[in-house]
């Protein structure tokens, strides 16, 4: 079965090490991997994953530019990715900057509110989520229980304010709270990944989950340098899903929201 792994984050070679240290650090979890694309196309070799989407985040507005660049670079260089670009809500001549990475092949943008510091609902967003959308997807890590600024609630109004937009809300919608996210997200038009979850939910609460939203608003993802791929996908085996379910996760909801 095709695999596409529809969250993973890589960082430039000479700050790879630093960078996923600092994810570890932001996370409290020990990361054993290094997120370059050298070591990320090895995990997909070995796991039978085909292609994967990668993400970088912009902490600044000035760096949205330079992130984009490497993340086309690397997807040039590399046939096993579709790139994401980065975003920032002070960076406010964005139409350029779109149409540049549209050009370039990109196929959606990814935002991080946490460590990017900014309410998701942050009404300097908005021109931007209304010029994407019909145009490119977006996907938004959600839910941390130390800040307010990926709260699920913000989400379903984000929803509310742009129901064009398309929208994958990480994390089953809720990074450590996915059972909070059900309240705001339930029947909403967006779609989820299951990536960094089942050391929140285990596997039977995951299954349950999937079931509740329906596989067809779930993509695979393993935030990878976050996580081990092989013990991820055992995960998702495990649960108690048709083929058909399996299929939809794992590729054929990815291909209808990168248009691929
Ligand atoms: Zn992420």
Redesign the pocket.
């Known amino acids: 079965m095709r695999i596409i792994n529809f969250?993973t984050?890589i960082y430039p070679e000479p700050i790879a090490e630093k960078a996923t240290a600092a994810i570890g650090k932001f996370y409290t979890i020990e990361m054993d991997r290094i997120g370059t694309s050298e070591h990320l196309i090895k995990e997909c070799r070995e796991n039978g994953i085909d292609k994967c989407v990668i993400?970088s985040v912009a902490t600044t507005a000035h760096q949205v530019p330079s992130i984009n660049n490497f993340v086309i670079g690397e997807c040039k260089k590399h046939k096993e990715f579709y790139g994401f670009a980065a975003m920032h809500p002070d960076f406010t001549d964005f139409e350029p900057e779109l149409e540049r990475v549209i050009k370039a092949g990109l196929k959606g943008v990814?935002i991080?509110p946490d460590t990017q510091q900014f309410d998701m609902d942050d009404e300097r967003m908005f021109p931007f989520y209304e010029a994407i959308s019909g145009r490119l997807p977006i996907l938004i890590?959600c839910g941390d229980y130390r800040y307010k600024y990926s709260h699920p609630e913000k989400l379903a109004r984000i929803l509310d304010l742009f129901p064009k937009l398309t929208v994958i809300g990480?994390h089953f919608g809720g990074w450590s709270m996915p059972d909070l996210a059900l309240e705001y997200l339930k029947d909403r038009n967006c779609y989820m990944d299951i990536s960094s979850s089942f050391f929140v939910t285990g596997r039977k609460r995951a299954e349950e989950l999937i079931k509740i939203y329906g596989a067809e608003r779930m993509v695979f993802g393993t935030?990878f340098p976050m996580w081990d791929t092989k013990a991820e996908l055992d995960n998702f085996f495990a649960l108690n899903l048709t083929d058909k379910e399996k299929e939809l996760i794992l590729h054929k909801n990815a291909e209808r929201i990168l248009n691929i």
């Open positions: 969250h984050h993400h990814k991080h890590h990480a935030d």
